[in-house]
């Protein structure tokens, strides 16, 4: 691999995590010179990263170069409605197919996000799809984590987390135990139902919050 396509790699894979934690807003838009600066690099490996972040729906042009994508609130809950249908498949895969190490790290992460007396909105999106990404690498189904993590990418755009409604962060780290639980014992009904369930509530929130910013 060439020293440009390294550069490219990393400043993709850095871009996307940023966007995906909610760190560039809806329309920001990302500017060649500036990331090159940033990163140290040169515009190209730039330009690649972000030819492949709009390949990911990420990205679109703006009127000043590419910016964060924004989706509309019929897309946000398309993308739920999808979301309740993996998220269950996932889990109950992962009941069947998880590994020792599997377990340990979704109960690691678990133990990581108690210890956090009031993240913020932010840390509870990142380390919320941190864990379900996890649940997804459980699985062993390479065709599957990747569509969930295409699927899941677009929700970053939707303002504040559901997580940071009332007391849903406790409530969901609940249900995450349960559903570490479910995979431990490899109870693949139990873990489609608690993660179908988990992803319905979330669905509930959204659009309850979707009312709530189109009322205003």
Known sequence: MTTSRTDAE?????????ILAGGFPPGTPLRETALAARFGVSRTPVREALRRLAQDRL????????????????EVVQI???????????????????????????EGLLERD?????????????????????????T??????????????????APQSTLSVGDRWREALDEHE??????????EA???SIAAEHMNTARRIRLSLLREAAGQ
């Open 10 to 18: 990393a400043v993709y894979h850095d871009l996307r995590a940023e």
């Open 59 to 74: 990205l679109v042009p703006g009127t000043r170069g590419m910016e964060v994508r924004t989706i509309d609130a019929e």
């Open 80 to 106: 739920y409605d999808m979301r309740v249908l993996l998220e269950a498949e996932a889990a109950g895969q992962a009941a069947q197919a998880r590994g020792t190490t599997d377990l340990l790290r979704l």
């Open 114 to 138: 108690r210890k956090v007396p009031d993240p913020d909105d932010a840390t509870r999106i990142r380390t919320n799809l941190e864990f379900h990404a996890t649940i997804w690498r459980a």
């Open 140 to 157: 062993h189904n390479p065709v599957l984590i990747d569509l969930m993590e295409r699927l899941t990418g677009h929700l970053v755009h």
């Open 178 to 187: 349960k559903l570490i639980t479910a995979i431990r014992d490899r109870d």
């Open 190 to 192: 139990a873990a489609r």
